[in-house]
């Protein structure tokens, strides 16, 4: 069984597009987040939530707005999308936030190119 | 604020050498660390970690001792294989805060 899933596993669409990705654990887990990859390898978090309630949130464009309907899902929703937007996007989880010595659980990411 | 810094890369080695990745970080507090693997088309997935000061992570043959006087967590391999070739991710998980902090990577190509 998959730990952490992500739908679509790529995503190619038009600038100005809105689209979602979708993410879900079966780890029983209480936090999880999305993170950016750029095609450097560089590794930024974007939004975390613990308990459908959002605790991270970094500086990033109000296009980008994550949903947590339950503990075990997290989606992300990009509105009017730019080229910037391309990139790899990875959803984690963790068993709980502010634990220092939890582990990280990635998804497989999402590989986004915007035309 | 937290920061990791990893040595660059890519480091190409053959087949059998022994590999060293460098990793540093600043953090106030007791943070954990952590080495994370990304072979090619995956997300990551730990590879190592340590939670407290000369606690040394292990798995695989990979190795990494966690030492606060020189604010290090370097990692090693005796002897790499192919099947090695990834990306190595060096990061901290800080106590009393919520934001874990990557490295930027550290490409690994071993050569037959």
């Known amino acids: 069984d998959t730990a952490v899933s992500q739908t679509p596993k790529y995503l190619v669409t038009q600038m100005g597009n809105d689209k979602s990705i979708k993410c879900e654990q079966n780890?029983?887990?209480?936090?999880m987040y999305w993170y950016k990859q750029d095609s450097k390898k560089f590794l930024k978090i974007m939004f975390s939530?613990?308990?459908?309630?959002?605790?991270i949130n970094e500086t990033v464009p109000n296009r980008f707005s994550p949903k947590s309907p339950d503990k075990a899902h997290l989606n992300l929703h990009i509105n009017s999308l730019e080229l910037g937007d391309s990139a790899v996007y990875f959803c984690?989880?963790?068993?709980?936030?502010?634990?220092?010595?939890?582990?990280?659980?990635f998804g497989p990411g999402t590989r986004l190119l915007v035309l | 604020g937290d920061s990791v810094t990893q040595m660059e890369g890519p480091v190409t080695l053959s087949e059998e050498a022994f590999l060293t990745i460098n990793c540093t970080y600043t953090a106030t507090g007791y943070p954990s660390l952590f080495w994370y693997v990304q072979y090619p088309g995956e997300g990551l997935q730990l590879l190592l970690k340590a939670t407290k000061a000369d606690d040394k992570g292990s798995n695989k043959g990979f190795e990494a001792t966690y030492r606060k006087e020189t604010t290090s967590f370097h990692l090693e391999k005796g002897s790499v294989q192919v099947s090695d070739s990834a990306v190595y991710f060096c990061?901290?998980?800080?106590?009393?805060?919520?934001?874990?902090?990557f490295g930027r990577g550290t490409s690994l190509i071993v050569h037959p």
């Open positions: 780890l029983g887990h209480d936090t």
């Open positions: 984690a989880s963790s068993q709980v936030a502010g634990d220092n010595g939890e582990t990280q659980y």
């Open positions: 990061a901290l998980n800080p106590g009393g805060s919520y934001i874990p902090t």
């Open positions: 939530y613990n308990n459908k309630e959002l605790i």
